[in-house]
């Protein structure tokens, strides 16, 4: 479901560039990633799930600054983006195409070794998932894999250390100690990225029951038939079929010996938990596992339920990321930091949450595709402004460097968003489509490899392995169920599609072999 915002002003006049960096101060940068939030649950955007429950902190990014309406991923899985962010390349350029491949090759050239060579101060405290240690970067300290939620290991050039506490908060903590000891001489580029919201969902403690009794709307095609659509009747993520009741579900009671069918780790997630904590774990979930399993239901009934239990774990995730994002911008304000530092908040890509029936991301369907970001530059982003033209994440390193008075590197392929931002409109010659490709299959989830092309009413999409075609007008069917391809009266659009396809394909020097 496509969204607009409802509070936004109108057009800026001409604000400060970086043009003239020789007499102002030079940007920090603070760039905030979670893992798995939906637009949908970004209360900014108007989606009814994130009215239900807000995100207060987040929106006052956007608030005070931009509001990004159509930015999108290039390969919607984590270390494939998070490699696109560091290197301003797509997958097939910065070699990291899957998230099982080799490890991210971490001697090519990205964003904080150029900002280095050009006197910034570098860090990234939380998840980095690219079987690597980072490189170009002053201060690391990254969590194990995915990480845990309680009583997570971080790993950092010296040693690898058991921390307690809920990882969202730590990473917080330990984001806030790096910036009271940073090197007050130089301008800072800070990644802060956050295991939440990744599958399986654990809120902190204190916000077991935030949502216990909330009620979340259903999405109208949760119970997606699939049809005229093989790749999508193909995949492995279903909340009612494809869900592990324990490890994702939490179904257990904590005192009965029930077997969970297909659930490789009902109880896995609790491991770093002390005793004491996983009894309060068991406490906040009985009574409402109890209610489930006192009385049979239909396999319909089964299936709502699970997406409200879902739901509820998924949003209290949220909300302490959104804590977070409080924490960091009081710090901010309380200190004088706020008034030259660029704040982004963002996530590696877009999530499903019930559309289709799903959980997980990978398609180049919308709720995937589409990245939600904010961002807050003051004197240079006026507040509410919407930015509605086609940015992607490979866009992120140039703009970045752009903002800091620096050239970006010839081999990145994004282009700078700044004057988008500081303009408030869409400049003439602006980018018309934008290219999308997912590698990883066979894989988890069972998501067939695609490639696509993307412009503003129109979606091409080539299951190249199994040469089948998706066709959305995205105007007339938004939540894409409708596939048109071949259909009469598509001929023209097709071919234009196909030819963009081939163009960006042409642009991006894609080898042939990653196109059959």
Same mark, same amino acid.
């Given at each position: ?14 604000? #400060? ?20 939030? %939906? ?8 989606? #009814? ?83 690597? *240690? ?13 990480? !845990? ?30 910036? !009271? ?50 790749? %999508? ?30 659930? @490789?780790? @009902? ?29 049979? *239901?239909?396999?319909? +009934? ?6 409200? *239990? ?55 369907? +919308? ?27 490979? !866009? ?5 460097? !752009? ?5 970006? #590197? ?20 602006? *980018? ?9 299959? #066979? ?24 040469? /089948? ?16 391809? %071949? ?13 963009? /396809? ?15």
């Amino acid at each position: 479901m496509k969204t607009k915002i409802l509070t936004l002003t109108g057009l800026l006049p001409l604000l #400060p560039t970086a043009a003239g960096f020789a007499q102002q101060e030079r940007p920090n940068i603070i760039f905030i990633m979670s893992d798995d939030h %939906a637009r949908q649950a970004m209360s900014i955007y108007g989606h #009814p799930v994130g009215q239900v429950a807000p995100t207060p902190h987040i929106d006052r990014i956007g608030h005070e600054g931009a509001v990004f309406m159509n930015n999108y991923c290039c390969n919607s899985i984590s270390g494939p983006s998070r490699a696109a962010i560091l290197t301003g390349k797509h997958s097939h350029k910065n070699g990291f195409m899957k998230n099982w491949a080799k490890g991210f090759d971490g001697s090519q050239q990205t964003l904080p070794k150029v900002l280095q060579q050009n006197g910034y101060q570098t860090a990234v405290i939380g998840k980095w998932h690219l079987i690597s *240690r980072p490189t170009g970067f002053d201060h690391w300290m990254i969590l194990n894999d995915q990480g !845990d939620y309680c009583n997570p290991h971080f790993i950092t050039e010296n040693d690898t250390t058991q921390h307690t506490g809920y990882v969202t908060d730590l990473i917080t903590s330990f984001t806030k100690e790096w910036l !009271d000891g940073r090197d007050k001489a130089k301008p800072f580029f800070l990644m802060m990225h956050h295991k939440a919201v990744h599958r399986n969902w654990v809120p902190a403690e204190r916000h077991y029951r935030l949502y216990e009794n909330t009620h979340f709307p259903m999405p109208d095609n949760y119970f997606d038939t699939y049809e005229g659509r093989f790749a %999508a009747s193909k995949q492995e993520m279903n909340i009612y079929r494809d869900m592990y009741e324990g490890h994702d579900l939490k179904m257990v009671t904590g005192t009965d010996s029930r077997t969970l069918l297909f659930d @490789p780790w @009902p109880n896995a997630f609790l491991n770093t938990m002390t005793p004491q904590e996983q009894d309060r774990f068991f406490e906040a979930y009985r009574e409402r596992n109890n209610a489930f399993y006192s009385h049979p *239901r239909t396999s319909g +009934e089964v299936a709502e339920w699970k997406y409200q *239990r879902y739901m509820q774990d998924y949003m209290a995730t949220v909300k302490s990321v959104d804590e977070s994002v409080g924490e960091i911008l009081n710090y901010l304000q309380e200190t004088g930091l706020d008034k030259n530092t660029i704040v982004v908040y963002t996530t590696d890509q877009g999530f499903y949450l019930g559309e289709h029936g799903w959980f997980d991301k990978r398609f180049m369907y +919308e709720e995937s595709f589409e990245m939600p970001m904010v961002m807050r530059w003051p004197g240079h982003i006026r507040p509410q402004t919407c930015v509605e033209g086609l940015t992607q994440n490979i !866009d992120f390193a140039p703009t970045f460097l !752009d903002m800091c008075g620096i050239s970006a #590197p010839e081999d990145m392929q994004g282009i700078s968003f700044k004057p988008l931002v500081e303009k408030g409109k869409t400049p003439s010659g602006w *980018r018309r489509s934008l290219y999308y490709h997912y590698y990883e299959f #066979p894989g988890f989830h069972s998501v067939r490899a695609h490639c696509g092309v993307k412009m503003e009413r129109y979606k091409l999409i080539h299951f190249y392995k199994e040469d /089948l075609w998706e066709l959305y007008d995205l105007k007339t069917d938004p939540t894409e169920m409708n596939n048109i391809y %071949a259909k009469k009266g598509t001929e023209k659009i097709t071919g234009t599609l196909k030819k963009e /396809l081939v163009r960006l394909q042409q642009q991006y020097d894609v080898p042939k072999e990653y196109c059959k």
